[in-house]
């Protein structure tokens, strides 16, 4: 259920929410059959009426948007699928209507079949179908395409954390491909660019930039951590917290690098 609710939210709070509402229904509820179908039908419903209420919310958000971290430590066997929480996938899950999101998710990641899915959204199979044939249209390309060693990626994590605290731009920019993208999350409450930042040069200005206004908290504590699937780090000084994830590319550099400041995003990694 909170696997289910965090790909459809992009939330870690909402989806613990969701799933409390939920369950509290469950308890309530007499004559409950097949409990999970039931609890999958209540958190798809559930998580369909935040995401309609929030649209207007989400339209006026300051800057990039994020989806709130989701954090694995490295030492322990990873319980996602990376492909299937990376950031770039969770940004292609916003492109996609409410049930298109909806269908997606059920049957191609949680492998529900067409007539439960019709019965969870009171739509026909048929419609069910046609509207995870588009989402698969617009998703196509989200996905990763190819394997990073872990080893690779936890090198490329470390490296771009080393010539920072350096201040090494020249070492930074070796890290990033020429196509690298950038987005930080700010909400408006942190600094943070307000425009996905696209190819090296601007990402290493932006991240000297964010080192100069003490942006970036690297002289209090730095925790690796797999974020959303990949290497990433949890940053931490004086009450600030700041995550940082980096997507590992085809050229043995970094592809894309994903920073969140919004403390109303990083609560559950305070705690």
Known sequence: MRRLAYRMLGSVA?????????????????????????LTRVTTRLCLDRLRADR????????????????????????????????????ALERLSPLERAVFLLHDVFDADYPAIAETLDRSETACRQLATRARAHLKDARPRFPVSQDEAARLAIAFMDAARRNDLTA??????????????????????????????????????LIWRGAIPLEGQIRFARINGVFGVVL????????????????????????????????????
């Not at 509290?24 to 097949?34: H, I, T």
């Not at 990033?176 to 943070?192: Q, S």
């Open 14 to 38: 909402e989806a613990e929410d969701v799933v409390q509402d939920a369950w509290l229904r469950w308890r309530g509820a007499a004559g409950v059959e097949q409990p999970a179908a039931w």
């Open 236 to 271: 931490s000084a004086d009450g600030e917290v700041a995550t940082i994830a980096f997507e590992p590319g085809e050229s043995g550099k970094l592809a894309a690098i994903y920073m969140i400041r919004n403390p109303e995003k990083l609560a559950h990694v305070a705690r």
């Open 56 to 91: 207007a919310q989400r339209a006026a958000y300051r800057g990039p948007w994020l989806p709130e971290p989701l954090i694995e430590e490295i030492t322990a066997d990873p319980v996602e699928r990376a492909e299937d929480i990376s950031v770039a996938f969770l940004l």
């Open 172 to 209: 930074l920019k070796d890290l990033l491909a020429e196509d690298a993208v950038m987005i930080t999350d700010g909400g408006g409450k942190r600094k943070a660019a307000l425009r996905p930042l696209v190819g090296a040069d601007d990402i290493v200005r932006l991240v000297e930039g």
